[in-house]
């Protein structure tokens, strides 16, 4: 009963730092905005007002939504 608890956590732990790892990409791929290579994302898309770095933002934070709630689902499946 130990054991299977003891894995069961080291599974959970190596799922959120992989979960962690990701996040931590997509943060670096929002500061490179911040970047020469981010600087053609600075004007506007089309006639709007929005900018490439606003729409990337915007994806990123549906994107962390979407990878907790995957974890979570993925938890939910795993308790023992």
């Known amino acids: 009963m130990k054991d299977t608890r003891a894995a069961f956590v080291r599974r959970k732990t190596r799922l959120r730092f ?13 500061v490179l905005l911040w970047t020469p290579a981010g600087a053609s994302l600075n004007t506007p898309i089309g006639n709007s007002m929005i900018t490439g770095g606003m729409a990337i933002f915007v ?10 709630l995957t974890f979570l689902w993925i938890y939910s499946r795993e308790r023992p």
């Open 18 to 30: 992989l979960f962690a790892g990701i996040t931590v990409l997509f943060y670096f791929a929002f």
């Open 59 to 68: 994806a990123l934070v549906l994107l962390f939504v979407v990878l907790e």
